[in-house]
């Protein structure tokens, strides 16, 4: 069945330092995008991509930064980690020509910054 | 821009008794509404949307939801709630030109209590 991964699960990391999230799809789905998830705010976007080389800012970008080299991957770097960049991080990916919209989630990844 | 607004943090509801869980929307032209469901430690679900037609829409596990274009809502429903519906529930809204997008509302915690 096909599904999104995210790796790693858990990280703990120090400030500073930079991190790079895992998303992989095998939807065969063009685009793909990157939440934080934080109590009160709901899920807030921080990066998209519609295709190969696509890249869009969202909502949340300062300090984060995507790639897409593949159609099945879209890593999310957080160029110098902040404590402020604790959350729970959601990868999810949709069809680009069925009209519907819908997006299909990650387990997640639960990010510490200490 | 388009948004949208769940305006109950929390909703307590007894088992067997019906739920709704609300929601609230505004964006340009017709939306595309949709539920997603998120049990703890969890990637969010798709239950249901909607995007044209019945203004009914049944989803997964018997969720159902009723879209009202004069009150720009899209209320949640199931006739009778079990223990195992407590969640987290994310109403989320697509809008003209907003590419493939969707806007999350801060999500309502479902607590079913036997």
């Known amino acids: 069945d096909a599904e999104i991964t995210q790796s790693p699960r858990h990280k703990i990391t120090e400030t500073g330092r930079q991190v790079t999230l895992a998303c992989h799809q095998t939807w065969n789905h063009n685009n793909m995008f990157w939440y934080r998830q934080d109590l009160g705010h709901g899920l807030r976007l921080i990066h998209y991509s519609y295709g190969v080389q696509d890249t869009n800012k969202g909502e949340v970008s300062d300090g984060y930064s995507v790639s897409r080299s593949n159609t099945e991957d879209l890593p999310l770097t957080l160029e110098s980690a902040a404590s402020s960049q604790t959350s729970v991080y959601f990868c999810?990916?949709?069809?680009?020509?069925?009209?519907?919209?819908?997006?299909?989630f990650g387990p997640g990844t639960r990010l510490t910054v200490t | 821009a388009q948004s949208v607004a769940q305006p109950e943090d929390q909703v307590n509801v007894a088992e067997g008794n019906p739920l709704t869980v609300k929601c609230t929307y505004s964006v340009s032209g017709n939306p595309y509404l949709f539920w997603y469901v998120q049990y703890p430690n969890r990637g969010l679900q798709f239950l249901l949307k909607y995007i044209t037609g019945d203004n009914l829409v049944k989803g997964s596990y018997g969720f159902e939801a009723e879209f009202n274009k004069s009150q720009t809502s899209f209320h949640l429903k199931k006739p009778s709630a079990l223990v195992s519906d407590s969640a987290l529930y994310f109403c989320?809204?697509?809008?003209?030109?907003?590419?493939?997008?969707?806007?999350f509302g801060g999500g309502t915690r479902l607590m079913v209590k036997p």
């Open positions: 989320a809204v697509r809008g003209l030109n907003a590419g493939n997008m969707l806007t």
């Open positions: 999810a990916s949709s069809e680009r020509t069925s009209g519907s919209y819908e997006q299909y």
